[in-house]
């Protein structure tokens, strides 16, 4: 499987889990959690949703530019850093336990350092270049 669809099919399933969390959070935990763990989750769901938007523009890019490790590194990033960010608010806000909360910010930085990628990625690009040799690959 091409770097492109595993991470054009990783940002569509990181999707699909976002709006079926949101809608958890928002219809089943209302009665159930504290405003406040109910803010963290919604901070969980917006950080998941956006990041799986950046996962599938790394797709996409990764379609242009199948060659270029950075973006697939950023990608990589992107998903570990959802999987420590929002995963430990989502196993905070269900577990009550605050200690799970340490482990947030490391996703934090994955994150930061995906999009850190992505710009090192673009200000690797030079106008017109294309890393796919192949006769035809434009």
Not at 61 to 87: E, K, N, Y
Request: aromatic letters at 8%; one cysteine or more; proline letters at 3%.
């Amino acid at each position: 499987m091409s770097r492109a669809r595993i991470w054009l099919t990783t940002g569509a399933t990181c999707g699909f889990v976002t709006v079926a969390l949101g809608a958890f959070g928002a219809h089943g935990l209302r009665e159930i959690v504290s405003p406040e763990r109910l803010a963290n989750w919604a901070t969980a769901t917006d950080y998941l949703g956006l990041h799986a938007l950046a996962i599938l523009a790394c797709g996409l890019w990764l379609l242009q530019r199948p060659a270029d490790g950075l973006v697939h590194r950023a990608a990589g990033a992107f998903l570990a850093g959802i999987v420590l960010f929002s995963g430990s608010l989502f196993a905070l806000v269900l577990t009550g336990q605050r200690a799970i909360g340490m482990i947030t910010p490391v996703g934090g930085l994955l994150l930061l350092a995906g999009w850190a990628l992505l710009v090192a990625g673009a200000r690797g690009l030079r106008e017109g270049a294309h890393t796919d040799s192949r006769p035809g690959a434009d």
